[in-house]
């Protein structure tokens, strides 16, 4: 976060950072950009995104992908990992299809930065607004013919650990270089703790559709909580997880292990109504998106909202709250050294905020993409 500075930015990148902009010298062609007192941040990145502006990554279309990157740089998300459903097998590859094809040709708008394999290797105890009928034991087979569809895009692969197969999938993927997170999984503390030692290294939106704790079995969010070398989703929206619980998790994981995700569906950015996720009929209303028999089906968050939540709901800097949507996330996918901090020699990716902590312009790769 940055006050009382200047930023110089050529070639989709910031090339020097000064206390004043008199201290660069007298620059020909150059458009200057006041923040009028606002904040300068680095770019939100979101590894957990389904959909918004109306439209939906399994839509497996390109201006489905570009109406979501336009719609979330809105909020000042700079770049993303788009994230599938458990639906079919055809489904699901003509999305990731869709998302290499996507990638290649850029949205105009925040970056794709890879894919996010949500299911099918899940619990259909846990399934959330996930549809059963699709769901999978572990199959690298299986993997290995959805990462061929996405272009060797595929970063990261939520799984429960308990299912069929699920421990030697673990490892193999963990040795492909690939994270692995435990996430729709009914498993035990137990079991939890073996598919950490496999390879698990992160946790897909904690306490939700996971075993939650018990006293006498700390199940699948006792080991978030207790293991320090996790990384650990939240989505901050004051719905999946209560303000209390979201000071909690920054009182025992502490920031540097907090990543901000929205989990939004098509909804986000647009209106209440009735919408389509994987397949089920889902309502938005007052801020919350639900399958008929109430079970929560992704949120209307934006990184802009989760932002100022941990601030306002969870007492947290605002410094903090940044790192959780930005420098976390960046290294969490290993892309800290480009990303995720405004500092010399990364990506001009930037978010002006106002001092109400919303987004007044955002820029990708040096280009403005967003402004109010």
């Given at each position: 976060m940055l006050e009382d500075k200047a930023l110089l930015c050529e070639g989709g990148k910031i090339l020097d950072l000064k206390d004043k902009k008199e201290s660069f010298p007298l620059l020909q062609d150059v458009e200057i950009i006041d923040a009028k007192g606002g904040y300068v941040v680095p770019g939100y990145i979101d590894i957990h995104i389904h959909g918004g502006g109306g439209a939906d990554v399994?839509?497996?279309?390109?201006?489905?992908?570009?109406?979501?990157?336009?719609?979330?740089?809105?909020?000042?998300?700079?770049?993303?990992?788009?994230?599938?459903?458990t639906m079919s097998k055809e489904k699901i590859i003509k999305s990731l299809d869709n998302i290499r094809l996507t990638k290649q040709k850029g949205t105009g708008a925040a970056e794709i930065l890879g894919i996010n394999l949500e299911g099918p290797f899940i619990s259909s105890e846990k399934k959330g607004a996930q549809k059963e009928e699709n769901i999978k034991k572990a199959s690298q087979q299986e993997f290995l013919e959805y990462n061929s569809a996405a272009g060797n895009l595929i970063r990261l692969v939520t799984i429960a650990p308990e299912i069929p197969g699920a421990l030697e999938f673990i490892r193999w993927l963990h040795q492909q270089g690939i994270i692995v997170a435990v996430g729709h999984s009914n498993a035990t503390y137990q079991q939890t703790v073996e598919g950490i030692q496999a390879g698990i290294s992160h946790v897909t939106h904690v306490f939700n559709a996971m075993r939650g704790i018990h006293h006498r079995e700390p199940g699948v969010a006792g080991a978030a909580l207790?293991?320090?070398?996790?990384?650990?989703?939240?989505?901050?929206?004051?719905?999946?997880?209560?303000?209390?619980?979201?000071?909690?998790?920054?009182?025992?994981?502490?920031?540097?292990?907090?990543?901000?995700?929205?989990?939004?569906?098509?909804?986000?950015?647009?209106?209440?109504?009735?919408?389509?996720?994987?397949?089920?009929?889902?309502?938005?209303?007052?801020?919350?998106?639900?399958?008929?028999?109430?079970?929560?089906?992704?949120?209307?968050?934006?990184?802009?909202?989760?932002v100022k939540n941990m601030v306002t709901k969870a007492g947290v800097s605002l410094l903090n709250a940044l790192q959780m949507a930005s420098y976390n996330p960046a290294k969490c996918l290993g892309l800290h050294g480009k990303k995720g901090s405004l500092e010399q020699g990364k990506d001009a990716d930037i978010v002006i905020l106002n001092r109400d902590l919303e987004t007044d312009l955002t820029m990708v790769s040096g280009e403005v993409v967003f402004q109010k």
């Open positions: 399994m839509d497996g279309e390109y201006e489905a992908l570009k109406k979501i990157a336009v719609t979330h740089s809105r909020f000042g998300t700079t770049s993303f990992v788009p994230a599938t459903m207790t293991f320090p070398d996790l990384t650990v989703e939240m989505i901050a929206d004051g719905i999946h997880l209560h303000p209390v619980i979201l000071k909690l998790l920054t009182q025992v994981i502490g920031n540097e292990k907090l990543i901000l995700v929205t989990d939004a569906m098509r909804a986000a950015g647009f209106k209440a109504g009735t919408y389509d996720l994987g397949g089920q009929e889902v309502t938005v209303a007052q801020g919350e998106a639900r399958l008929a028999d109430g079970t929560l089906a992704g949120s209307v968050l934006t990184m802009e909202k989760a």
